[in-house]
């Protein structure tokens, strides 16, 4: 039960930096307005590494906080079936409680916002092109380089014979994630994971949000599905070359 307590308080963790970010940058009358891509790669990757932290000081040492991270550890036998499956319900349940937080957060500023993509874009990702087969290839691709580049930072032959000393390996995440948020995240926002968009695009949908528009759910099934075949492809990858 810790386990799953620990993976949905570091996945609500976050997204409520993730999306806090993003709130900052886009809502009317935030102090952030209009502080670019940068500020929310780098906000991202942040919000990484305390949702790991929260993670881990909460009985999930693992620290998956991403479906695609679990699906491929299962493949490897890290875990059974049913266990990945709660394990990606908390992970779901953590993004909704997230998205829910940056709304309360940020209260005020909804009604002050009229620009409605702006608002989802808060919760969930959307493609700078729209075009769906391109944007589930990204999505793909982007998921298989951030899974094989994990396994990669954790290979032996990387870490040493001792491994790192403890949190380094944490970092060298986030980093992952800020590198891969500045060089490969404008075409479709680097969702590369199903629970940071599913759970805050649900609260989206849910929430009272003053002039929102819809939810956009004719793209909301390419960052769930198209990551989590990113994982499978990235397992079998990683395993064929010896990686793992």
Same mark, same amino acid.
């Given at each position: 039960?810790?386990? /799953? ?8 963790? /976050?997204? %409520? ?12 009358? $935030?102090?952030?307005?209009? $502080? ?56 779901? /349940? ?7 937080? %940056? ?44 899974? %094989? ?16 000393? $403890? ?6 995440? $986030? ?31 849910? /929430? ?37």
């Amino acid at each position: 039960m810790d386990n /799953l307590f620990g993976e949905f308080f570091g996945t609500m963790i /976050l997204l %409520t930096f993730g999306c806090g970010v993003v709130a900052n940058v886009l809502l009317e009358r $935030s102090k952030g307005q209009n $502080s670019g891509w940068i500020v929310i790669v780098t906000g991202w990757a942040m919000a990484v590494l305390l949702g790991i932290f929260g993670a881990q000081a909460t009985g999930a040492p693992q620290a998956d906080l991403n479906p695609a991270v679990t699906l491929f550890k299962a493949l490897n036998g890290v875990y059974q079936p049913g266990h990945a499956f709660m394990t990606m319900l908390a992970e779901l /349940l953590g993004g909704i409680a997230g998205g829910i937080l %940056t709304f309360i957060i940020y209260y005020p500023h909804w009604e002050h916002t009229s620009d409605k993509g702006a608002k989802l874009g808060i919760f969930a990702t959307g493609p700078a092109v729209r075009n769906i087969p391109s944007n589930f290839v990204t999505e793909m691709t982007v998921t298989f380089i951030l899974l %094989t580049m994990i396994m990669c930072i954790f290979n032996p032959k990387v870490t040493g014979a001792t491994g790192f000393v $403890s949190g380094m390996g944490q970092y060298l995440v $986030s980093m992952l994630i800020w590198g891969i948020g500045l060089s490969l995240g404008g075409p479709t926002g680097y969702a590369i994971n199903p629970a940071r968009d599913l759970g805050p695009r649900i609260a989206h949908a849910i /929430l009272p949000i003053p002039g929102k528009g819809d939810s956009d759910w004719g793209y909301a099934w390419v960052p769930v599905v198209a990551p989590l075949v990113g994982a499978v492809l990235a397992f079998f990858f990683t395993k064929a070359v010896g990686i793992i």
